[in-house]
């Protein structure tokens, strides 16, 4: 807000109002994308392409489903490196689970990596202050999970305490903010590392009829990573609180499952 000084002018300088004590705050946010990148306009011809499908109305109901979004670009894993290492990929019926798998793992891990050490630096604190991690993802299956990968790579210490929220799809970041919340407010000094990554290799098919809701997914997913670090009672001069989490609720509806 402004405020008036003695002579009646207006400072324009915001009034920051403090964090209420105990409340969870976002300390920092970092993003990550891996480096292929394709336009919204380049899409179809190059699904189409990889994916060796030529099934000319699908291809104008996806370009259909591409001009109603609002995307223009995104970020992919899949490239044309991976695609001639498993052409099976693009191949109806092929098994193709471990081959998935084994990229899958790897580049959840990576963005993971990026996003959270984008974090670190606007954060301003080292990564051995984090006490708590949670992680977020549809896009691996591995026993240890991504969250020990992601801890061992950032170099968190090894009694960091670990949250791991599997295919929680849509609302697993919204799921993963309310866990680090709790944890934030009830747990004084502690500071959590949150992550959420996911990559569209998983579900990656050539077109088919009997699954038309496949297009939508196509027209409308790319893959990347996010991060923010979540405490309550910032430290002055140190940490820079810009998002205090008020409130978080989950409900269901009687009956339904």
């Known amino acids: 807000m402004s405020k008036i000084n003695d002579n009646g002018a207006s400072d324009s300088s915001a009034t920051r109002r403090l964090p209420t004590p105990g409340k969870a705050?976002?300390?920092?946010?970092?993003?990550?994308?891996?480096?292929?990148?394709?336009?919204?306009?380049?899409?179809?011809?190059?699904?189409?392409?990889?994916?060796?499908?030529?099934?000319?109305?699908?291809?104008?109901?996806?370009?259909?489903?591409?001009?109603?979004?609002?995307?223009?670009?995104?970020?992919?894993?899949?490239?044309?490196?991976?695609?001639?290492?498993?052409?099976?990929?693009?191949?109806?019926?092929?098994?193709?689970?471990?081959?998935?798998?084994?990229?899958?793992?790897?580049?959840?891990?990576?963005?993971?990596?990026?996003?959270?050490?984008?974090?670190?630096?606007?954060?301003?604190?080292?990564?051995?202050?984090?006490?708590?991690?949670?992680?977020?993802?549809?896009?691996?299956?591995?026993?240890?999970?991504?969250?020990?990968?992601?801890?061992s790579e950032l170099g968190l210490r090894n009694d960091v305490n670990r949250v791991m929220l599997y295919f929680l799809g849509c609302y697993g970041g919204v799921t993963g903010l309310r866990i680090a919340k709790d944890i934030a407010e009830n747990n004084p000094g502690s500071r959590v590392l949150l992550t959420t990554t996911e990559t569209t290799i998983l579900g990656f098919r050539p077109p088919n009829k009997s699954r038309p809701y496949d297009l939508v997914g196509a027209a409308l997913f790319g893959d990347g990573a996010a991060a923010a670090i979540i405490g309550a009672d910032p430290i002055s001069h140190v940490e820079s609180p810009f998002l205090e989490l008020s409130y978080a609720v989950q409900q269901f509806l009687p009956g339904r499952k």
Request: glycine letters at 4%; a neutral charge.
């Open 25 to 151: 705050t976002v300390l920092a946010i970092g993003k990550a994308f891996p480096s292929q990148l394709v336009p919204q306009d380049c899409l179809v011809e190059g699904y189409f392409r990889d994916t060796n499908c030529a099934d000319f109305a699908m291809k104008e109901k996806l370009a259909r489903l591409c001009k109603t979004t609002t995307v223009k670009t995104r970020y992919t894993v899949m490239s044309k490196e991976i695609l001639d290492k498993y052409p099976e990929l693009a191949t109806e019926g092929s098994a193709t689970i471990s081959q998935r798998l084994t990229i899958a793992n790897q580049a959840v891990t990576e963005m993971a990596k990026d996003a959270s050490l984008a974090c670190f630096k606007q954060w301003g604190r080292p990564a051995e202050d984090i006490t708590h991690i949670v992680y977020v993802s549809s896009s691996e299956i591995r026993l240890p999970g991504g969250d020990l990968y992601l801890a």
